[in-house]
T-cell receptor, first 111, second 113 residues
Framework: AQSVSQHNHHVILSEAASLELGCNYS??????LFWYVQYPGQHLQLLLK??????LVKGIKGFEAEFIKSKFSFNLRKPSVQWSDTAEYFC?????????FGKGTRLHILP | DGGITQSPKYLFRKEGQNVTLSCEQN?????MYWYRQDPGQGLRLIYY???????QKGDIAEGYSVSREKKESFPLTVTSAQKNPTAFYLC????????????FGSGTRLTVV
């Protein structure tokens, strides 16, 4: 069954640093992948999603992710982070009519 | 505005008591979901429903029960059989199908003392 794993549980960066959060998926047929973000005290919201087509997906707030089939990866990137990017980030996949989430990566940006 | 409303935001209960968490949506979504969020464990699926009067167990359904009598409502009962009920509970809804993500509620933090 398809699932995702996030290897970085806690990441600390300074403002303006580049960001890459890892996500690997296990193959299970059709691949549907998401990145969600949970800012402190706020709802989970969708950052971006990939179902097919261009493997480089652009999302909100300057985030992007690249689907690399040969590496089973869907890493989230941002060229220059801001303090307001402090949040928890979840990679997720669609399986059997429901979304399965990774364990999350807590990102802390130092001002 | 359309969205999902979870109430209450904070809930305290004594050990051994059942408690029901409310989730209401006005998005006309067919599917609704309950997740439990614990630090370092991500979101784990408790129950989900794709149509009124029908629901399925998720990965951690033991100690929980749900009902789906109306399209708009999907309440979750945390029973006394749930061994570790203190957690943050999130409700979500979606249009059935793979092309849509979820809309999430703001969550209920349950503390059992």
């Amino acid at each position: 069954a398809q699932s995702v794993s996030q290897h970085n549980h806690h990441v600390i960066l300074s403002e303006a640093a580049s960001l890459e959060l890892g996500c690997n998926y296990s193959y299970g047929g059709t691949v549907n992948l998401f990145w969600y973000v949970q800012y402190p005290g706020q709802h989970l919201q969708l950052l971006l999603k990939y179902f097919s087509g261009d493997p480089l997906v652009k999302g909100i707030k300057g985030f992007e992710a690249e689907f690399i089939k040969s590496k089973f990866s869907f890493n989230l990137r941002k060229p220059s982070v801001q303090w307001s990017d402090t949040a928890e980030y979840f990679c997720a996949t669609y399986r059997d009519d429901k979304i399965i989430f990774g364990k999350g990566t807590r990102l802390h940006i130092l001002p | 505005d359309g969205g999902i409303t979870q109430s209450p935001k904070y809930l305290f209960r004594k050990e051994g008591q059942n408690v029901t968490l409310s989730c209401e949506q006005n998005l006309n979504h067919d599917a609704m979901y309950w997740y439990r969020q614990d630090p370092g464990q991500g979101l784990r699926l408790i129950y989900y429903s794709q149509i009124v009067n029908d629901f399925q167990k998720g990965d951690i359904a033991e100690g929980y029960s749900v009902s789906r009598e109306k399209k708009e409502s999907f309440p979750l009962t945390v029973t006394s059989a749930q061994k570790n009920p203190t957690a943050f509970y999130l409700c979500a809804s979606s249009i059935v199908g793979t092309d849509y993500g979820y809309t999430f509620g703001s969550g209920t933090r349950l503390t059992v003392v």
